[in-house]
């Protein structure tokens, strides 16, 4: 059997957040694509192909802020979950926000999970520990030239 490699996209506008993620992944030794975007415009971008973009790959999971510059993360999850070919994919929010209210709208736009931001090295190891353990380990994705997914042949 064939082991199929997770593809992660990151969405997150902050380059401490960013870096403590990708080397919260390096220390648990995740061998998984961690591609990263900055705002809004650049994950619908990068999730449709588009532009400089052209060649991505589609990603089996985003890890999406909620507070991105420009297009919002919650504009990017109703923009995920209203097309067809994004849909499928899990969306987990990873964010500072502690806010019911936020809570409530993200899953009711359609988040798979709503994780708060920890602070520190030792928090973000937890995380991405408990990411590792089901999303990674547990987790069944469609494969890759699923057409519900859009992926090109």
């Known amino acids: 059997m064939q082991i199929k490699q997770v593809e992660v996209l990151l969405v997150e506008d902050d380059p401490a957040d960013v870096e403590l993620t990708q080397i919260a992944f ?5 061998l998984v694509p961690l591609n990263v975007v900055n705002d809004g415009e650049e994950a619908l971008a990068y999730l449709r192909q588009e532009g400089e973009y052209a060649n991505a790959v589609k990603p089996d999971l985003i890890l999406l802020d909620l507070n991105l510059p420009g297009i919002n993360g919650r504009q990017v999850l109703e923009t995920i979950k209203s097309d067809e070919n994004l849909k499928p994919i899990p969306v987990i929010i ?11 709208r993200s899953y009711n736009l359609g988040a798979s999970a709503y994780v708060t931001k920890p602070v520190g090295m030792e ?3 937890k995380v991405v520990k408990s990411l590792d353990c089901f999303w990674f380990t547990v987790v069944k994705f469609p494969p890759h030239g699923s057409s519900s997914f859009g992926y090109k042949p």
């Open 94 to 104: 990873l964010t500072t926000s502690q806010s019911d209210e936020e809570i409530l």
């Open 26 to 30: 390096e220390r648990a030794q995740l």
């Open 123 to 125: 928090g973000f190891m």
